[in-house]
Structure formats: structure tokens, C-alpha cells
């Protein structure tokens, strides 16, 4: 029994960091052994939400705190990629389920406050913020599909094209349309290999 605040904050943290370990499982439909765990997506998606709400007008911290609080529910569901969400009969309701539990085992707060409106936001997705999130994370879906494509010749193409075809912001579909040119001109191993212009100066 946890006996106070500072405990029950704790505990949500701890919850929070089973992310670092649930993985991404549509991945493994592609044919990805080791696929990344939704932590490590979620922290490029909040990268990626930081830079195109600042280009829209928006705010780049809120849109960057989506980021980091969407996939929270999954720490208690897991994830689920698009074939068993066809099976489930309503995992709307589920996610919304876990993510109100997760926030009833903070201690009541302005912190605990400003989470359940983040939550709120992302579902909604009405905002200019939770816009250029979601663009994010479709675009980095679609990015991390062209390094496992790299990586081990897996099926990316229908990967890229279906979330670039779900961008929404000048800024997001600005960054899908040269993320599908990279791809179908050959030039990743150009923007893969960023890090040598470094050795080269």
C-alpha cells in the first residue's frame, strides 16, 4: 500500500517506464525481429511534434508533451497494430479506460490536471498541437520503416506511403513528400550516413 504522494508519483513512473520495453508489434509483421519499443518511438514522434508545431504556428512544448503521453495507455494494454485492432472490438474505449486509471494513481494535483488534458487533447486531435503530433507520428513510422529497410531489406514502401497519405499540416506533408523522394531516388544511404560530412570537415 503506497502511503504517500511522492510514493504514488513513483509508481506512475515506474508504470511509465514498461514503455522502454513493450515493443512496436506491427513491425513484426514486416518481418522485424527486434523491433523498437514504443519509448523509443515516442521520443522522435515528440522531436518530430516539437519542430513542425513550431513551423505552424503552434506550440512546439505542448505538442512535444503529446508526444510524450500519447502511447502511455500502452505500458497497460500493450500495443496493438493493425490486424488485431480489427478483432478488438473497441480499443478506443480501452485505451481511454487505461489512460484514466493510469492518471487516478497519480496523487490529485495541478500536475495530474494538465496530464488528463493532454490525454484529452490527443483523443480529440482538434488542435493545431495534437495535429502536428500526430503528423509526427506518422512521419516517424514512416522514417523508422526506411531504416528497417535499410537494415534488413524488409517491406517498407507500404509502410511510407500509407502514413505520409495520413498528414495533415503544410509542415508534416512538406517533410512526407521528401521522405518519399529520398526513398524512391535511392538516396538514403545519403541521409544515413549524415555523420561522415562530420569526419570530413
Given amino acids: 500500500m503506497l502511503n504517500n504522494r511522492e510514493e504514488k508519483i513513483l509508481q506512475w513512473v515506474v508504470e511509465a517506464g514498461l514503455l522502454k520495453r513493450v515493443k512496436r508489434t506491427g513491425w513484426w ?47 497497460r494494454i500493450g500495443d496493438a497494430h493493425a490486424v488485431v485492432k480489427r478483432y478488438w472490438k473497441n480499443i478506443s474505449a480501452d485505451e481511454q479506460r487505461a489512460r484514466d486509471e493510469q492518471n487516478a494513481t497519480l496523487p490529485e494535483g495541478r500536475g495530474r490536471i494538465r496530464i488528463e488534458e493532454l490525454g484529452r ?5 482538434r488542435t493545431l498541437e495534437a495535429q502536428s503530433a ?3 507520428d506518422y512521419l ?5 520503416a526506411l531504416e ?20 495533415q499540416t503544410r509542415t508534416g506533408k512538406r517533410l512526407g513528400k521528401a521522405l518519399k523522394q529520398v526513398f524512391e531516388k535511392g538516396k538514403w544511404e545519403s541521409l544515413r550516413t549524415w555523420w561522415k560530412t562530420i569526419y570530413q570537415r
Avoid at 528497417?148 to 498528414?167: C, H, I
Wanted: charged share 30%; proline share 4%; with cysteine.
Fill in 29 to 75: 509483421c514486416s518481418g522485424i525481429k527486434d523491433p523498437e519499443s514504443v519509448a523509443e518511438h515516442s521520443h522522435r514522434m515528440s522531436l518530430l511534434a516539437f519542430y513542425i508545431a513550431g513551423e505552424e504556428g503552434g506550440d512546439p512544448y505542448k505538442a512535444a508533451s503529446l508526444g510524450l503521453f500519447h502511447d502511455l495507455p500502452e505500458a
Fill in 121 to 125: 487533447e490527443w483523443v480529440t486531435g
Fill in 134 to 136: 500526430r503528423d509526427a
Fill in 140 to 144: 516517424e513510422c514512416a522514417i523508422q
Fill in 148 to 167: 528497417y529497410f535499410w537494415q534488413e531489406k524488409s517491406v517498407a514502401r507500404e509502410w511510407v506511403d500509407s502514413n505520409v497519405k495520413r498528414l
